[in-house]
């Protein structure tokens, strides 16, 4: 398929183009290089620890990526169900109680 675009760009417009593309890749590509070169230096920092901080270290990480992979769970949850609730009235009949004053029978 043939690209149009620079039919209706002029020359100008086509140089700051390519050369905004081109900035945009030195971009990804430095972050990508700046993200690794911080990826090396943290596990190098690790490597330096005793091992009691090392399992700190290791047992922080799996907690966090537990809480991650939870929440990206019931974001999903959430967004399935959610068409649900929107258009079946019966799923939220209690939720007109919810402004009502609840006392606890003792």
């Given at each position: 398929m043939?690209?149009?675009?620079?039919?209706?760009?002029?020359i100008v417009q086509q140089?700051?183009?390519?050369?905004y593309e081109q900035g945009e890749q030195?971009?990804?590509?430095?972050?990508?290089?700046n993200k690794f070169m911080?990826?090396?230096?943290?596990?190098?920092?690790?490597?330096?620890?005793?091992?009691t901080k090392k399992f700190y270290?290791?047992?922080?990480?799996?907690?966090?990526?537990k809480n991650d992979e939870m929440n990206q769970q019931m974001e999903l949850a959430v967004?399935?169900?959610?068409?649900d609730y929107c258009n079946n009235k019966e799923l939220t009949a209690f939720t007109s109680l919810d402004l009502e004053?609840?006392?606890?029978?003792k």
């Open positions: 043939l690209d149009y675009k620079p039919l209706k760009m002029g140089s700051r183009l390519a050369f030195y971009n990804e590509h430095t972050n990508l290089k911080q990826t090396l230096e943290l596990i190098q920092e690790i490597q330096r620890l005793p091992l270290v290791v047992e922080e990480t799996i907690k966090s990526i967004n399935e169900l959610y068409g004053h609840f006392y606890e029978a």
